[in-house]
């Protein structure tokens, strides 16, 4: 039985301009009012999921920074799953070849990781790092190229959330849109694209929402609550 | 003409559980829609009020801290109108009086004053400063006791925003709640208290809705709007 379900914040609960699709609001709340605790997943910094959280009322573990870092509410600690040195190897190694290169507001906040404005390619970026003998991707979420060591991904935090809450993979089910929820999507037992979704994403998911954002946070949601029954 | 509108957050836009009263986001986004920008203002830290901003979508200044820091996104500056020096006076009397006292979780990150978990009255608080000759104000938000120097409010913070926005507070509208709102909708030209406020606050606005949360605050967004037709 689906024990937990993970859902992205930005463009999965969101509109591609950030701001909450209402039509998912009530599906979350429903979640947790059902016994299914929403553990919001987010590219953004720990204090944008933990205003998300309390604004939309989730109850379950956080994961910020891509999976960089996991919060638990129920102890209030934070679980560190990299951290930002490679990342800072990178940029310089990125500003040596391109010149100055802007992060975003956000990213001097950041601990695992970091965010570039939108000015280069990650694709362009993720080769210069493989040349330089990095170990970091870089994932263009719409909002900012991510910068970070690629083991720090949702996938590895949806395994410290699982643990935390004492449930295995086969018990989790997770919603996202985006080439940052795709490790996430992968290793759930039942994974959801919403149906705005980058094509790679709906590639791994067992499931394709039909409507785009917070309707199709409901649809998951709904479709996890009646397989429980 | 009203130029824009001050909302505060918590207890206001949200129900006493913290959680968004969806029946007000609709209004932030038609009054944003009608060239109303909408500036959020909470007793809680920056990050809270722009991840708030985000998803709301609202586009004015940010106040923050009680009226600690302004942020204008057209800058993207910050402005301290404080800071916790003579707060951290205060806890180090309280403690001496009291025994250690334990700090909310977003207290560490506070800039220009600090919040204590709910075991003391802001009453006692107050009283003790006021021997020991510290400028501060204790105030019970129903979250935490805020501490802060006396001259940080919202209202001082409103006077900052109206000037970044070149606008006289004959301009300004401003809907609240709570004891931290009282300097803010006292200098307001438009003021409303919704109907879950506390007396004290119902006693300074000229409007109290008949609706209380995000109801309350869709009354105030349509008074506001009908006045500058």
Sequence with gaps: MIRFV?????????????????????????????????????????AFAETAATLLGT?????????GIVFDPASEREYMLGDRVEANRGLAALELEFGPLQQTRS?????????????????????????????????????AIHIRSSNVNKGNALRKV?????????????????????????????SFAVANSDEAVKRVCAHVTKEPHGKGVAEAIDKILSLRD
Tied chains: 1, 2.
Excluded at 31 to 43: R, W
Excluded at 59 to 67: H, K, N, Q, T
Excluded at 162 to 190: C, F, H, Q, T
């Design 6 to 46: 993970a859902v992205d914040i930005d463009g999965t609960l969101t509109f591609r301009n950030r701001r909450l699709d209402i039509a998912g609001v009530g599906a979350l709340r429903k979640a947790e009012n059902s016994g299914l605790p929403v553990v919001l997943a987010t590219g953004n910094v720990l």
């Design 59 to 67: 109850s379950g573990p956080l994961i910020a920074e891509d999976g």
């Design 107 to 143: 990213s001097s906040a950041r601990l695992t990781g970091l965010t570039l404005k939108r000015k280069i390619e990650a694709r362009v970026a993720e080769e210069l790092f493989r040349r330089k003998g990095l170990d970091l991707v870089a994932v263009d979420s719409g909002f």
């Design 162 to 190: 699982a643990s935390l809450l004492k449930a295995s993979l086969a018990e989790v089910a997770a919603v996202g849109d985006g080439p940052n929820d795709i490790e996430m999507l992968k290793i759930a037992r039942l």
